[in-house]
T-cell receptor, first 112, second 116 residues
Framework: SQKIEQNSEALNIQEGKTATLTCNYTNYSPAYLQWYRQDPGRGPVFLLL???NEKEKRKERLKVTFDTTLKQSLFHITASQPADSATYLCALGDGNNRKLIWGLGTSLGVNP | SAVISQKPSRDICQRGTSLTIQCQVD?????MFWYRQQPGQSLTLIATANQGSEATYESGFVIDKFPISRPNLTFSTLTVSNMSPEDSSIYLC?????????????FGPGTRLTVL
């Protein structure tokens, strides 16, 4: 069955450092991959989308890579700030329908 | 981007009762979805709410337990019927808006349901 794995352990880093979160998947060939941010008590908020034919996508301090051979996406936040503390979810879509398959999320804490 | 509101934001209910959750969008959208997010689990799609026709349910979810209405392009309801403590969860509605980002979804704030 399709499976998505994100860093199960919470990630804690120092302010100013780069946070790197991982999303691995098996038994799936996604057409695109998305990253969302979720704060406690709130719904997920869309951050970035990367398609299967793209290697890297950037948006301000965010960078996403997509390696369809390794079946992995990396999500980077450079110059991290305490306000970046949240849970980050990856979601995969196959392009044939509107359904997304979601990872469990990784909790990121940025210490001042 | 779409702005989505949900009512109620939270509720505590007794076993065996039903709760209807409302989802309102500030613009017309084609695709609306209902998700469940249980503690320690990933977002799970319950169903796609179709305007003018029956909802499309995912494996493990049935209409008798989670009836859905979609009377127009800006509104939907999800009912959690005959509740048990296992239904305690956050319920989220989301919409898809076609923009430069294919299949980007916007989520409501969620409804936190506790069943005693």
């Amino acid at each position: 069955s399709q499976k998505i794995e994100q860093n199960s352990e919470a990630l804690n880093i120092q302010e100013g450092k780069t946070a790197t979160l991982t999303c691995n998947y098996t038994n799936y060939s996604p057409a695109y991959l998305q990253w969302y941010r979720q704060d406690p008590g709130r719904g997920p908020v869309f951050l970035l989308l990367i398609r299967e034919n793209e290697k890297e996508k950037r948006k301000e301090r965010l960078k996403v890579t997509f390696d369809t051979t390794l079946k992995q996406s990396l999500f980077h936040i450079t110059a991290s700030q305490p306000a970046d503390s949240a849970t980050y979810l990856c979601a995969l879509g196959d392009g044939n329908n509107r359904k997304l398959i979601w990872g469990l999320g990784t909790s990121l804490g940025v210490n001042p | 981007s779409a702005v989505i509101s949900q009512k109620p934001s939270r509720d505590i209910c007794q076993r065996g009762t039903s709760l209807t959750i409302q989802c309102q969008v500030d613009s017309q959208v084609t695709m609306m979805f209902w998700y469940r997010q249980q503690p320690g689990q990933s977002l799970t799609l319950i169903a796609t709410a179709n305007q003018g026709s029956e909802a499309t349910y995912e494996s493990g979810f049935v209409i008798d337990k989670f009836p859905i209405s979609r009377p127009n392009l800006t509104f939907s309801t999800l009912t959690v019927s005959n509740m048990s403590p296992e239904d305690s969860s956050i319920y989220l509605c989301s919409v898809e808006q076609r923009s430069t980002n294919y299949n980007e979804q916007f989520f409501g704030p969620g409804t936190r349901l506790t069943v005693l």
